[in-house]
């Protein structure tokens, strides 16, 4: 039954990452559509990533309520149902009104589910588990680039909706299964709630927040530019972009897969610097003139951004106590989705206004300001 749980809740990781990689490869062609600037992508994502830090930050209050199971459920249907309406749209302002109930639906899952394996599983689960997101993110491109070759782009949108639907109908199935952890169910409730204050006064969470926003900067600019860069820099073609664009989905799932077998031995700090450090090298690549050398610096960057999420959120309780992992792990989560939400729309005004070659640099910096984050997080906490 323990192991079943797990597997539950690894499908559940699914369907938070099928939707993640489907604005980016169908862009291309949906800004032609609707006659809209490259930038405008950047709106969007703002508002799903701004749906998200909303149910980020009350994720402790709403999780310590009605359980991790109850919101998982509901998260799930939440995403369904705005995924099918995303394939319903003809206007761009209804993209943004769909954007809405997915950000919130996307945000309360990915808390409460990642403080429950960060208190009840070990480094090497943690990995998986996001190593299961990105099979969602590898999933979903190869669906719309068909949509795309066959049909209309909407058509992408509707088939990864039914997937979700499945996986809810699935998680609703096994509802029972959760019963096996009685205590720690039990735990989500006896805990008094943080709150913001109380967590930005424990000393190294200021320095975590702002190195996991850099984190989450780099990897939703790579998540959602990728295809563009590619098409508007390499000479990729609109149905080529969108298949390359998966390539770093296909890193980083490879990469979290294999992290799994290696960060209980290392550990999540050395996990995190490794990773962060691979990262810069496929940014190196994508510099690089050829498209050969961007495609693959799109792969090495995917094994890069690998063990830092999962590695960031395990460290949690350890270094500030189990106690206060909700309320952390869930204003972590808001301020990651704060980089989700206003790094990729820079770098769209950016390269507007610029260049598309100017990312490779833009991810650069992120990546720097996460190392000197992630250093004074880890001194705060040895203080």
Same mark, same amino acid.
């Given at each position: 039954?323990?192991?079943?749980?797990?597997?539950?809740?690894?499908?559940?990781?699914?369907?938070?990452?099928?939707?993640?990689?489907?604005?980016?490869?169908?862009?291309?062609?949906?800004?032609?559509?609707?006659?809209?600037?490259?930038?405008?992508?950047?709106?969007?994502?703002?508002?799903?990533?701004?749906?998200?830090?909303?149910?980020?930050?009350?994720?402790?209050?709403?999780?310590?309520?009605?359980?991790?199971?109850?919101?998982?459920?509901?998260?799930?249907?939440?995403?369904?149902?705005?995924?099918?309406?995303?394939?319903?749209?003809?206007?761009?302002?209804?993209?943004?009104?769909?954007?809405?109930?997915?950000?919130?639906?996307?945000?309360?899952?990915?808390?409460?589910?990642?403080?429950?394996?960060?208190?009840?599983?070990?480094?090497?689960?943690?990995?998986?588990?996001?190593?299961?997101?990105?099979?969602?993110?590898?999933?979903?491109?190869?669906?719309?680039?068909?949509?795309?070759?066959?049909?209309?782009?909407?058509?992408?949108?509707?088939?990864?909706?039914?997937?979700?639907?499945?996986?809810?109908?699935?998680?609703?199935?096994?509802?029972?299964?959760?019963?096996?952890?009685?205590?720690?169910?039990?735990?989500?409730?006896? !805990?008094? &709630?943080?709150?913001?204050?109380?967590?930005? %006064? $424990?000393?190294? *969470?200021?320095?975590?927040? +702002?190195?996991? /926003?850099?984190?989450?900067?780099?990897?939703?600019?790579?998540?959602?530019?990728?295809?563009?860069?590619?098409?508007?820099?390499?000479?990729?073609?609109?149905?080529?972009?969108?298949?390359?664009?998966?390539?770093?989905?296909?890193?980083?799932?490879?990469?979290?897969?294999?992290?799994?077998?290696?960060?209980?031995?290392?550990?999540?700090?050395?996990?995190?610097?490794?990773?962060?450090?691979?990262?810069? !090298?496929? &940014?190196?690549?994508?510099?690089?003139?050829? %498209? $050969?050398?961007? *495609?693959?610096?799109?792969? +090495?960057?995917? /094994?890069?951004?690998?063990?830092?999420?999962?590695?960031?959120?395990?460290?949690?309780?350890?270094?500030?106590?189990?106690?206060?992992?909700?309320?952390?792990?869930?204003?972590?989560?808001?301020?990651?989705?704060?980089?989700?939400?206003?790094?990729?729309?820079?770098?769209?005004?950016?390269?507007?206004?610029?260049?598309?070659?100017?990312?490779?640099?833009?991810?650069?910096?992120?990546?720097?300001?996460?190392?000197?984050?992630?250093?004074?997080?880890?001194?705060?906490?040895?203080?």
């Amino acid at each position: 039954m323990y192991l079943l749980l797990l597997a539950v809740i690894y499908l559940a990781f699914i369907s938070l990452g099928l939707p993640d990689s489907l604005l980016g490869s169908a862009w291309p062609v949906i800004r032609t559509e609707f006659d809209v600037p490259l930038s405008y992508m950047g709106f969007i994502s703002m508002i799903i990533s701004g749906g998200t830090i909303i149910s980020g930050l009350m994720s402790e209050r709403v999780t310590k309520k009605f359980g991790t199971r109850t919101v998982t459920i509901v998260s799930v249907f939440l995403t369904a149902i705005a995924l099918y309406g995303f394939s319903t749209t003809t206007e761009f302002y209804q993209m943004c009104l769909w954007g809405i109930p997915y950000g919130l639906g996307a945000g309360a899952i990915d808390a409460a589910l990642n403080n429950y394996v960060a208190l009840h599983y070990n480094s090497r689960h943690m990995s998986w588990l996001h190593c299961f997101w990105g099979v969602g993110t590898i999933i979903s491109p190869y669906i719309m680039s068909y949509a795309l070759t066959h049909t209309v782009w909407t058509n992408g949108y509707r088939m990864v909706s039914y997937l979700q639907f499945g996986i809810a109908a699935v998680l609703v199935f096994t509802i029972p299964l959760w019963k096996v952890n009685r205590s720690a169910a039990a735990g989500e409730n006896n !805990t008094a &709630v943080l709150g913001i204050k109380g967590a930005l %006064k $424990i000393k190294g *969470v200021p320095y975590l927040l +702002i190195g996991f /926003l850099s984190y989450c900067a780099a990897e939703a600019t790579t998540m959602l530019w990728a295809s563009s860069y590619l098409e508007g820099t390499r000479g990729a073609s609109k149905q080529e972009a969108a298949a390359f664009g998966s390539l770093f989905f296909i890193g980083i799932t490879a990469g979290r897969f294999l992290s799994g077998f290696i960060s209980d031995r290392l550990g999540d700090n050395k996990m995190i610097r490794l990773g962060t450090v691979i990262a810069m !090298t496929g &940014v190196a690549c994508t510099a690089l003139p050829w %498209k $050969i050398t961007s *495609v693959t610096g799109f792969v +090495i960057i995917g /094994l890069g951004c690998a063990p830092v999420y999962p590695c960031i959120i395990h460290s949690t309780p350890k270094n500030f106590g189990a106690e206060n992992s909700q309320g952390i792990i869930g204003i972590q989560m808001a301020s990651a989705y704060v980089g989700s939400t206003f790094m990729p729309p820079v770098f769209g005004l950016i390269a507007n206004h610029i260049s598309l070659k100017l990312m490779p640099v833009y991810l650069a910096f992120f990546l720097i300001l996460l190392l000197v984050m992630i250093s004074r997080t880890e001194k705060a906490c040895r203080a």
